[in-house]
């Protein structure tokens, strides 16, 4: 009985020694340790061993179960801590999977930078419908019922009365109804024209419109609060006028030129050779506008300003075809 205690001992240790994986020391463990297996049949024959023999026996016996169960322990651990070996082995060798990270929009980027700069500057930002009323679009703005921009050519009209709002502004209207002054808000979202769609005009685009009403505005604080943004966006060196215009909507009213900074003022496509850029419209909010919203013209004045988004974002990154910002062609929008 001792020969064979000692032939298992030998056996077992050999065996333990050219195990590779998890496989094959579970097959191990049930050869050697589980209760069938070789050891507990020793442990089976022993009631045949006479009496006086068994003492040693048995102690051998324990002797080599403990001696398998720890050597098992062992190569397990062994095994775990091995990088190549093992079906739940890690290979740290292996170069990492690399995970596509996205970016924003060039156009919400540009949104983002507008509320900020706005933001410090008091404006909160609303919102109102895409699909607007004839009322809010139009006639609460003071456009005359004969006015070419209410034509089928420029607006998608859904019926009579209701259309895709042409601007941002109707939302002027929406925030003044609800809300006595001070107002003083900022208003980023998508228009929509019927025109041909070129590198120049697209049917969608988005626009960012403020308004500012309280007592006593003045245009000089107009002048004052875009003079400050454009400085903000394109740096304290940018040079700006503003040219008299007409809006329905405002009286009196003005665009705003900056310095073509992409030639510094000596002529490129960009600004036309004209050396100047066109970057907003703006005015004192018309007083049959504020009659509209139900606001006393006596206490309250106020202004108001709208920009084409996809054009700052054209004079920021360069980009010369409005199409680009909506094929959402992940060539493009990488660069961002
Ligand atoms: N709504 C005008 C447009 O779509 C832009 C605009 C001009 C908005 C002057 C204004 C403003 O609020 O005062 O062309």
Redesign the pocket.
Known sequence: MQETIKALREELSAELAGIKNQNELETFRIKYLARKGRIAGLFDALKNVPAADKPPIGKALNELRSFAQTSFEEKEKQLQQSPIAGSRAIDVSLPGRPRPVGSKHPITQTIDELRQIFGRMGFSVASGPDIEDDYHNFTALNFPPDHPARDMQDTFFISKSILLR????PV?IRVMENQQPPVRVIIPGR?YRNEAISSRSHVIFH?L???YVDTGVTFSELKGTLVSFAKQLYGSSVRYKFRPTF?P??EP?ADMYISCFICNQKGCPVCKYIGWLEI????M?HPNVLKYCGYDIERFSG?????GIERMALLRYGIDDIRLYFENDLRFLRQF
């Open positions: 042409t601007h941002t502004s002027q228009v626009q419109e403020g308004l809006f909507f405002t009213s907003l419209g703006s005015g909010v202004y108001a300003f709208g920009m």
